[in-house]
């Protein structure tokens, strides 16, 4: 059987997009790290389609680099447990891991890439930290805030992406999906 090389593994990324499972989750706030992964399977033609690390998967290229595409499915809290087995299991660094999530702490409609950093408020940013041990991975957040004055954090987060704001929901995303391209495309 053909084993990958050490050297051929570092040049994998994996992009993991935050979210929840199910249908009632599907077009939620607290889904935007789903929808982008969603995004860059159709541009790339990359189906995220296997079960397996508690989550889907899906293993393609974008520009020159192989990248695995990954939906964790163990419910936001506890995403970093779905990270790190994939991430082991094909010896992914961590400056190689790139997570997309929501964040109600940036305005709507932003979009923010860093290299590391804390997980904020976070919950899912929380486990993904716990989980790899480190807060030294790239992250690309996606600007949902603030929440309406008459939602708690919790409620607005999962609560469907109302009409007025799809587009703009839609508009960020497609900016996330080609920086994280070029993100890829450019190491």
């Not at 593994?9 to 979210?19: D, F, P, Q, S, V």
């Not at 680099?65 to 010896?91: C, D, H, Q, W």
Request: glycine residues 10%.
């Amino acid at each position: 059987m053909f084993r990958k090389t050490d050297k051929e593994n570092m040049e994998r990324w994996l992009i993991a997009g935050l979210g929840n499972p199910g249908p009632q989750y599907s077009r939620t706030w607290h889904n935007a790290g789903y929808m982008c992964i969603e995004i860059l399977s159709q541009r790339h033609k990359i189906p995220v389609d296997r079960i397996k690390f508690k989550g889907l998967y899906g293993q393609g290229t974008i520009g020159n680099s192989r990248v695995i595409l990954l939906k964790p499915a163990t419910f936001m809290n506890s995403s970093g447990e779905s990270i790190r087995e994939a991430a082991a299991f094909y010896k992914i660094p961590h400056n190689r891991i790139l997570v997309i999530f929501d964040d109600i702490d940036i305005r709507f409609g932003s979009i923010r890439i860093r290299k590391s950093g804390s997980p904020g408020t976070h919950n899912g940013m929380k486990s993904v930290i716990e989980h790899l041990g480190t807060e030294g991975f790239p992250r690309v957040r996606i600007g949902i805030g603030p929440a309406p004055e008459h939602h708690d954090l919790a409620s607005f987060v999962l609560s469907e992406v109302s009409e007025d704001r799809k587009e703009g929901l839609y508009d960020s995303l497609v900016k996330a999906c080609d920086s994280i391209e070029e993100i890829v495309s450019n190491a």
